[in-house]
């Protein structure tokens, strides 16, 4: 690991290691209330699905109940915003990389993501999909390519809106490409693939869990998944990577976070129960259903990943200039 990257891990991991100790005694005998699970959308919504998935078994694991609570807003920053800030002790979010990696290099936030979050429990991430509408008369994302090139400008792609992974996807798709395909902000995924599917706009990339149910109806045509590996849930739609395209990975990444001041060995308590509840038929089948594979990961990886992804997103977003409205 470079030294740059280590020493902004352990700032991560501050507020785990700079607190009163715990004794394994007692953080066996939290917690002593019910938990909320914080969620920055609504419900229905895939960040609401995975907390529930494992709120529902986390509750009975700790013997206490998990309320899921939706505080939808500021791009998912809201129920940060309120975690980060909470003293309870009982308390924490299901974090999405639109709050956590995304949205502290668009919006000046009122917390601090790097010192007043900590994350403890990596779920699992859902890969954002190439779609292009049925009559653009394209079957392979070859055949976009040399489509975009020949109308400079003249194609467009939505997305849910400045910032999103759907936005930044696409404008790493352009730069991998050479093309020029103009982007259409919508006020979430709904209005964005109402208007892909009435060939309004002509290209997505929109998470597998928001379009996986048109892709399977026939409503739009899946090209390519953006991720490392083909999704099971789409076994016959090759990786972009696949198709020699590189450099486009681009997923909704899902993990618990708790405040900074949440002593160490509750952290270890909830990362070792959610890793324990992440493998049950039950909680597979439900991420499963939104395109989520379970990637178990130990804390120290999570946080390495959570400062890479911090990394990797705020380049992205200063080369290109991405600025929300």
């Known amino acids: 690991m470079k030294a740059s990257t280590r020493r902004s891990v352990l700032t991560v991991l501050l507020g785990c290691t700079a607190l009163a100790p715990l004794s394994i005694a007692q953080a066996q005998e939290w917690p002593t209330r019910p938990l909320r699970m914080l969620v920055g959308a609504s419900p229905g919504g895939g960040t609401d699905v995975m907390a529930r998935a494992v709120a529902d078994k986390l509750g009975p694991a700790l013997r206490q109940t998990v309320v899921v609570e939706n505080r939808p807003g500021a791009s998912n920053t809201l129920a940060a915003d309120v975690t980060a800030k909470s003293t309870d002790g009982h308390t924490m979010v299901m974090g999405v990389s639109t709050a956590h990696a995304i949205a502290p290099h668009l919006l000046k936030l009122a917390y601090d993501n790097e010192r007043d979050l900590v994350p403890v429990a990596f779920v699992g991430a859902v890969p954002n999909v190439l779609v292009v509408n049925n009559e653009l008369g394209v079957n392979s994302v070859a055949d976009l390519v040399k489509l975009a090139k020949s109308r400079p400008g003249r194609m467009n792609y939505a997305s849910s809106g400045n910032g999103s992974t759907q936005h930044i996807a696409a404008e790493l798709f352009k730069e991998a490409t050479g093309t020029f395909i103009t982007h259409i902000p919508y006020r979430g995924s709904a209005p964005a693939l109402i208007d ?101 990961m130990s804390q120290a990886d999570f946080a390495a990943f959570h400062v890479a992804e911090n990394k990797r997103y705020a380049e992205v977003i200063k080369k290109r200039g991405i600025k929300l409205d």
């Open 196 to 296: 892909l599917i009435g060939g309004q706009v002509q290209m997505s990339f929109d998470t597998l869990a928001s379009v996986v149910g048109h892709i399977k109806s026939g409503k739009v045509k899946a090209l390519a998944v953006a991720a490392a590996r083909r999704n099971p849930q789409l076994p016959d739609v090759p990786t972009l990577a696949e198709l020699g395209i590189q450099g486009v990975e681009m997923s909704a990444w899902y993990g618990v976070y708790m405040p900074a001041s949440t002593p160490r060995a509750v952290q270890q308590r909830v990362h070792e129960e959610v890793n324990r509840l992440l493998p049950h038929p039950d909680t597979r089948a439900r991420l499963a259903a939104v395109g989520s594979e379970v990637a178990p």
